[in-house]
């Protein structure tokens, strides 16, 4: 009986301790968070804004703006991680819609994707480590791919990578509440 209860108390102690936890936290799966990769490191956002710009009959676009604060409630803020998309449409009357938006169907005129921002208080960039601009040759991008999975008047959730000409990808993701910005 001894024999046994030293066994039971083994194979207890030998399992408790063999079995370790399959997290490991300095590498989260962040499927379901929104924000984006770049380089092996996932830098989250918290808010996206949405703006229709009518700009005429034939020149208007939609923007997308994902970041990680509120610049709506205060705009000095630092360490931000920030994702533009914006593209152009052939009407004002077209909004955002369950579908597929590449670079090969539409104007990808604006992206913009950093970390690491400073906003001064008058809501202006200030500094940054920028990954991704249209307006910087070395941080161009194409192919553009922006896949809205779903979309209604306060959510939407969407999928969107980007990849600069040097190969580099920045993939993400956001799945929330939105704010239109257009009337403001």
Do not use: H, W
């Not at 710009?53 to 705009?75: K, Q, W």
């Not at 400073?118 to 040759?137: G, K, P, Q």
């Amino acid at each position: 009986m001894k024999k046994l209860n030293l066994f039971i108390a083994l194979s207890i102690g030998f399992l408790i301790f063999s079995c370790s936890s399959d997290d490991d936290s300095s590498n989260q799966n962040n499927n379901n968070q929104s924000g984006f990769n770049y380089d092996g490191t996932f830098y989250p956002t918290t808010d996206l804004y949405l703006n229709y710009t009518d700009s005429g009959p034939t020149n208007s676009s939609i923007s997308l703006i994902m970041i990680s604060e509120d610049l709506l409630s205060n705009c000095e803020v630092s360490d931000v991680n920030y994702v533009l998309i914006e593209f152009a449409t052939s009407s004002p009357d077209i909004l955002l819609a369950q579908e597929t938006y590449t670079n090969s169907e539409y104007d990808f005129f604006d992206y913009v994707v950093f970390e690491n921002g400073i906003f001064n208080s008058d809501c202006d960039l200030t500094a940054s480590d920028m990954i991704l601009n249209d307006s910087m040759n070395d941080l161009m991008a194409s192919p553009i791919t922006l896949t809205i999975n779903s979309i209604n008047d306060n959510s939407i959730n969407l999928n969107f990578s980007l990849t600069r000409d040097d190969g580099s990808i920045i993939i993400g993701s956001y799945s929330g509440n939105y704010t239109d910005v257009s009337d403001i």
